[in-house]
């Protein structure tokens, strides 16, 4: 729980348990200029911050398959290999939302998942940890689907797996999980990922995660 604030450099200061952190959110007035990507990633103090992208191929652990969405009037969608609505990303009310579809065959854009992806470029070196509580619904078919937490080094080409968390809809819906506790050490540009996945084909589900922020940790 974080306590007390005022403003710094492309970040706020809040403190945590007697310790001053700096706490990173994604800006409420990210918008982009219709189908382009401009403004993707968006820039916080004239550095690149944030980041939503498509996975294509769709593979999470590729780190060439991050392509920078663009705008769709209220959403970043991917600029092709699109089915039914996504993948697509969003922000709003301290909430980030991503809309996911497993494979759905039949050729065409029916093949693939479509999974889309938030980037956050890390602004320095140093230790890094999550907040948010994430929620899946599956709204379409079923099995388990993961938010995937891992970071990127682009120049090394390099993915790793720093957390999954797991959901599946058996007889209940699938419960809320903490991002508390999720931490991951950083060096300066280098990306903490958050993305999806699922077990089956044909399976539509969303992720969000309220109150989602990522704070520098001791």
């Known amino acids: 729980m974080f306590r007390k604030g005022l403003f710094a450099l492309g970040a706020l200061l809040l403190m945590s348990a007697g310790v001053w952190a700096e706490v990173y959110q994604i800006p409420k007035d990210w918008v982009g200029k219709d189908k382009t990507s401009d403004n993707n990633p968006v820039l916080v103090d004239g550095k690149a911050m944030w980041r939503f992208d498509r996975l294509w191929p769709d593979d999470a652990y590729d780190s060439e398959a991050y392509v920078p969405m663009v705008w769709a009037g209220g959403s970043w969608v991917g600029k092709d290999h699109n089915f039914a609505g996504q993948p697509a990303a969003s922000y709003s009310k301290s909430t980030l939302t991503l809309n996911c579809r497993s494979q759905w065959g ?113």
């Open 106 to 218: 039949g050729g065409g854009d029916g093949d693939g998942n479509k999974l889309p992806a938030l980037a956050f470029i890390a602004p320095k070196a140093g230790k890094y940890k999550l907040e948010g509580k994430v929620m899946a619904e599956i709204w379409e078919g079923g099995g388990v689907v993961k938010l995937l937490i891992l970071t990127r080094d682009v120049k090394k080409k390099d993915i790793a797996e720093v957390k999954v968390l797991e959901f599946s809809k058996d007889k209940e819906a699938p419960k809320p999980q903490s991002l508390a506790e999720t931490e991951v050490t950083l060096a300066e540009g280098q990306e903490l990922i958050l993305t999806a996945s699922a077990t089956n084909a044909n399976t539509g589900y969303t992720f969000t995660v309220a109150q989602f922020k990522i704070a520098t940790a001791e």
